[in-house]
Structure formats: C-alpha cells, structure tokens
Nanobody
Framework: QVHLVESGGGLVQAGGSLRLSCAASGRTFSTHTMAWFRQAPGKERDFVAR???????DYADSVKGRFTISRDNAERTMYLQMNSLKPEDTAIYYC???????????????WGQGTQVTVSS
C-alpha cells in the first residue's frame, strides 16, 4: 500500500516557477514508477512526467525542457520543478505510483488528492 500527498501548488505569474512535492508512505515506494499527471477544467487528465525506480525519466512534449522530475527514495518524496510556467500549465496536478507505470494513468494504482497550480498571464 502506498499513500501519496502532494504539496507546493499555488498561484504564479507566467514565466515563474513552482516546485511540487509528493510525499509517499509505504515500504514499496522505491520500487514503483512515480509520475505526475494534470487535469485542467473541462479537459481529460494528461500525463506530465514519470520517473522509474532507477532514475530514468520521461516527459510530455509540452513540458520538456521546462519541467524536471526527481525523486529521493530515502525521503520517499518525488518532486516536479516547474520553470517558465505558462497559463496553459494551469491545472490540478496529481502524483501517482504504480508498476510498471507508463504514460497511461490506468497503469497507476495509487494517487494523491491533487494540488492546484494556477498560472496568470
């Protein structure tokens, strides 16, 4: 069992930065693929980034070069550093954990409650 809690969301101007955190409980954290998804109002949930247990990463094209995903297995925490934020990045951001994990949300078993990110123009 893995319990996830996101934090770090907020309101920021376009071009600004935020860092999201996802704190996990559970002994199997280090073996799971961890990911960030986001859902804007009226839209489907979209993949943002993922990181496997060994540190390999994968990003959606829309955030590549601006966002960086990382994890600290000892602290059981995952991060998403978001730079050069745009109004279209506005969404609720969710962290997820699963095996094997991928870009499809259905591949993840555990989800956090979400944290709101709002980017003003």
């Amino acid at each position: 069992q893995v319990h996830l809690v996101e934090s770090g969301g907020g309101l920021v101007q376009a071009g600004g930065s935020l860092r999201l955190s996802c704190a996990a409980s559970g002994r199997t954290f280090s073996t799971h693929t961890m990911a960030w998804f986001r859902q804007a109002p009226g839209k489907e949930r979209d993949f943002v980034a993922r990181i496997i247990w060994g540190g390999g990463t994968d990003y959606a094209d829309s955030v590549k070069g601006r966002f960086t995903i990382s994890r600290d297995n000892a602290e059981r925490t995952m991060y998403l550093q978001m730079n050069s934020l745009k109004p279209e990045d506005t969404a609720i951001y969710y962290c997820a954990a699963g095996l094997p994990g991928g870009r499809n949300g259905a591949m993840y078993t555990y989800w956090g409650q979400g944290t709101q990110v709002t980017v003003s123009s």
